[in-house]
């Protein structure tokens, strides 16, 4: 997905689009029910000279050689677990990787990659990766061959899924065939897909845990992009900006809370958050929204149920302005968000619906607010915004395996100040 949509530039030379998939994989475990297990899988894109974020992995670029064509990165990336969907939920894994990146990326040749990634506790894999793309006009096929290497923990956990067995397995090396595809189908809008065959090596194959030597997956989704075929905008209209919220937990889901019948969570669990505002583009489809990428980060104030935990958002949102008789922004964002600890509020939740937590969860925003400067006449104030949002977490109500397939989360809300500059 990454390389095929490389070209899709907007202002700055800036890389962005958001997308929807669904992803349909076999599942080579020989734990009972399906064959196959289906996922949504929400896609952000975006990059830079410094940070990225690629469909379903994100990082930073650390360095790039100014004589060859070789760059370094900071990475992480999801990943999926097949397992059947009524037993995803049982593997108490985070689904993302952390580690580097070395990329050799030379005109007209294919693209290596070689990356050495990590789960939260520590256990490794390496993979060598190349992959090549071509265009047919308004096709973009990235053609792609990688060869894994796991280390005898992650063989153990992901394959021998030794928390159902009990079983442990050595190390193993494992290849995978694949074929990336991006279509132009109207517009900024564009068909994408994928497909993965990958090759089981004698370790995890030979596990009690694992019943087919092949993991195949199909993905298809749909995206919007800035439209290859349009002038490049010099610059926008839409200002940078600093948000700062806080905000209250309720134990009410979005239904609720839209409808004014929102309950106060007892233990008064509460959230400070600082959001940055990066402007992505000034109108879609000749239509006046305001684009913006959105990383914030979040502290979670301790409370007699909780300690202080910290969450990590990365998002894109859209804003509409309009006046009534003031001027007033209506907001929607969609995202990831990672805390490094389950809440009080997410996990009494998930205790009551017998669901494991997840601290990789999908993030919604929604917000409304009102111009400091026409709300008090005060045309300095008008960089100035006084509003309100519902800070959301949840994992997509049982349809995602990469948030392991519960339903439920979070909800707070919150009130906050947001500076323009």
Sequence with gaps: MASATSETRGADGQVWGIAAAGRLASVPFAVGGDSATASLVPML?????????????????????????????????????????????ALDEDSIDFGLQLRYDAPARPTVDLELMSDRDARLHANLRLAQTHAFGDWQLTPNVTVRYKDADFNTTYYALDTFYGERIGDGIDASIGLDALYHLANNFYLLGA?????????????????????????????YFENQSSARKSSLTNDRYVRIAHGWATPSNIGDILAGKTEKDRYNNQLTSLFYGHPLADDVLGRPLDIYLTPGVVHH?????????TEYVAAIKAYYTFEWPLQWRFGVAEGFSYIDDVTYIEASEMARKEYKPSRLLNYLD???????????????????????SIHHRSAIFEKASQYGRIKGGSNYNTLYLQFDF
């Design 45 to 89: 894109f975006y990059e830079n000279d410094y940070f990225f974020l690629r469909g379903s992995e994100g990082g930073a670029h650390l360095f790039n050689a100014s004589t060859v064509p070789v760059e370094v990165s900071a990475l992480s990336r999801l990943r999926f677990v097949d397992l059947p969907a009524d037993r995803r939920n």
């Design 195 to 223: 497909t993965n065959l990958r090759r089981l090596d004698d370790a995890a194959y030979d596990s009690r845990a694992v019943a087919d030597r092949y993991e195949a997956s199909v993905l298809f989704g749909l995206g």
């Design 366 to 388: 929604f917000s409304l607010d009102l111009n400091a400067g026409t709300l008090f006449n005060r045309p300095a104030w008008r960089h100035v915004w006084v509003g309100y």
């Design 301 to 309: 104030w301790p409370s007699s149920r909780q300690s202080t935990l």
